[in-house]
């Protein structure tokens, strides 16, 4: 399992275009992806589920991989992570 350890910058939080951009990048793999916010997880290959977290400007994250494909998967959430600004 790997993961990936994120933080909200963005002023108005975790917004539905940023979450849009990270459910289509999840679900380019095979691999279980999961993110986790306080003590709630969803699934990051559902936007219905990431959404319904509501994560605010300032508050950490972390996004779980799971499966054949994790380390690709890492790497590339990663890569997306940066150029969204929710990395620390």
Do not use: Q, W
Not at 31 to 58: Q, R, T, W
Not at 69 to 84: I, S
């Amino acid at each position: 399992m790997r993961t990936i350890n994120g933080y909200v910058g963005n002023s108005t939080g975790l917004t539905s275009r940023l979450s849009v951009e990270l459910v289509s990048e999840a679900n380019k793999y095979k691999s279980f992806i999961c993110i986790h916010v306080y003590d709630e997880n969803a699934d990051l290959k559902s936007i219905m589920n990431v959404m319904a977290l509501v994560v605010p400007h300032g508050e950490e994250f972390t996004i779980s991989i799971e499966g054949d494909d994790e380390e690709f998967a890492e790497k590339k959430l990663t890569e997306k992570l940066k150029t969204l600004n929710l990395l620390k």
